[in-house]
C-alpha cells in the first residue's frame, strides 16, 4: 500500500496523497502591483490537475516591501484578493487543496531600497544594509501577516503557511546569526514569530490549518540546528497558535557553500519530527517516487514537498503511480493518455 500516493489529513483538511507543491516564487507578477494572473492560474492549476495533494503557492508579501522581487506576488490590499480566488478556483477544480506562502522578505527584500531587520546587517555586498525594525515597527508587520491571512481566508485558501525560512524577516529573528538584539526580541528569538502567528490566527476560522515552514539548519557555524531551533519551537509556541504542519527546509540566512543531494534534509526532517511530535513535510532534491515512498514508509517525515521536480514534470504525481503500480484516478479529460 503507497503511504505517498493514498489519501491523509493535514489538520482538519484531508489531501488526497501526501505530496506537497512547495512553494516557489514565479517572478511574474507583471505590474509590478502583487497581482498574480492567467500565468499563475495555469501555472498552479496544472500542477492541480498532474495530482498533486496540497499546492501551496508562493511567498507572497504581505506588504510591498516584504515581497522578495517587485514582481512577486501580494496580498496587502484587497484588490489582490479575487485574482488570488481565481487561482484557488483552478486549484481546486483541479482536486488539490490550496495554501498560500505569507512573507516578508526583511534584509533580503529586491523590491526596496530601505529593506529591514532585526539588526542592521546586510546578507552580503550585494545587498543594502537593512534598517533594524523598531518594536514599534515590528508590530505592524505582524498586523500586516494578520491582515493578508484574512484577505486570503477571503481569496477561499484552505490553509495558510509562514514563511519562517531562508533569511526573510521571521527566519531572521529565529537565526543566532542574525538577530543580534539586546532587546526581548532578541532574548527570545521566537516573540516575533509567535506575534506573527497570533495575529495570522486572530484572522483566520478556528481549525484553518496553519503552516510553518522554517530553515531547520543555516549550515554554518554558530547557527541554527535542529536541536537548537526545535528546543525553541517545543516550548510551547507552536501547540498555542495550532501549527498542524511544519514544513522544514534550511539555509538561505547566511551564505554558505552547502553541496546539496537527493533527500539532503530529511535527516533535519526526522529529528524535528522526533523533538516536535507534530507532522511533518519534508523534502529537498527529491524526483525519484521510490525514495519519496521510503521516506514515508519509514516514518522519516509525514509528507513530502516536491519543488523542481514539479517544474520538470507537473505530472510528477501521475508517473509516480505508474512507477509504482498503484492505481489512482486520473483527471477524465486526460484518461485516454494512461501509461
Ligand atoms: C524557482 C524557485 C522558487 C522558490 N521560491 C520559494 C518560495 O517562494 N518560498 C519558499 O519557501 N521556498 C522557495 N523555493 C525553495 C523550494 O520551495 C524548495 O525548498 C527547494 O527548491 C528545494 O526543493 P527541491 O529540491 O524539490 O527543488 C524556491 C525554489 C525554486 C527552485
Redesign the pocket.
Known amino acids: 500500500m503507497s503511504r505517498l500516493l493514498t489519501s491523509a489529513h493535514m489538520g482538519n483538511l484531508e489531501l488526497r496523497n501526501r505530496v506537497v507543491m ?5 517572478y511574474s507578477c507583471l505590474g509590478q502591483d502583487g497581482i498574480v494572473d492567467s500565468f499563475h492560474q495555469v501555472h498552479y492549476g496544472s500542477r492541480a490537475q498532474g495530482g498533486v495533494g496540497l499546492v501551496i503557492c ?2 507572497t508579501g504581505v506588504s510591498p516591501e516584504g515581497r ?1 522581487s517587485k514582481e512577486c506576488a501580494g496580498l496587502w490590499e484587497d484588490s489582490h484578493i479575487e485574482p488570488y480566488g481565481r487561482v484557488v478556483e483552478t486549484i481546486h477544480r483541479g482536486g488539490a487543496k490550496a495554501a498560500i ?1 505569507l ?1 516578508h522578505a526583511g534584509r533580503k527584500s529586491r523590491a526596496t531600497s530601505r529593506p529591514l531587520g532585526p539588526s542592521p546587517e546586510a546578507f552580503n555586498a550585494q545587498y543594502p544594509q537593512p534598517e533594524k525594525l523598531s518594536p514599534k515597527e515590528i508590530d505592524r508587520i505582524a498586523k500586516d501577516f494578520g491582515a493578508a491571512a484574512g484577505r486570503a481566508v477571503n481569496a477561499g485558501f484552505d490553509a495558510i503557511e509562514i ?1 519562517g ?2 533569511g526573510y524577516l521571521i527566519s531572521s529573528f529565529l537565526s543566532p546569526l542574525t538577530n543580534h538584539r539586546p532587546d526581548e526580541y532578541g532574548r527570545d528569538r521566537t516573540l516575533f514569530l509567535e506575534q506573527v502567528l497570533g495575529e495570522v490566527r486572530k484572522s483566520i476560522p478556528l481549525g484553518m490549518p496553519l503552516l510553518l ?1 522554517i530553515s531547520a539548519h543555516d549550515w554554518a557555524e554558530g547557527g541554527n540546528t535542529p536541536e537548537l531551533l526545535g528546543a525553541e519551537l517545543s516550548r510551547g509556541i507552536l501547540d498555542r497558535y495550532g501549527i498542524a504542519a511544519v514544513h522544514v ?1 534550511s539555509g538561505g540566512v547566511v551564505e554558505t557553500s552547502l553541496q ?1 543531494y537527493p533527500g539532503y534534509q530529511i535527516p533535519l526532517a526526522h529529528e524535528l519530527k522526533s523533538i516536535l511530535s507534530l507532522p511533518i513535510i519534508g ?4 524526483d525519484s517516487p521510490e525514495m519519496a515512498e521510503s521516506i514515508l514508509q519509514d516514518r522519516r517525515a509525514d509528507f513530502i ?5 514539479l ?1 520538470r514534470d507537473p505530472y510528477w504525481v501521475l508517473r509516480a503511480a505508474h512507477q509504482l503500480k498503484f492505481d489512482i484516478p486520473w483527471p477524465t479529460q486526460y484518461e485516454r493518455g494512461r501509461f
Open positions: 512547495a512553494p516557489m516564487c514565479m508562493e511567498a522578495i506562502q512573507n514563511h525560512a531562508h515552514r527546509s546539496p523534502g529537498g532534491l527529491i514537498f516536491l519543488a523542481r521536480a517544474l
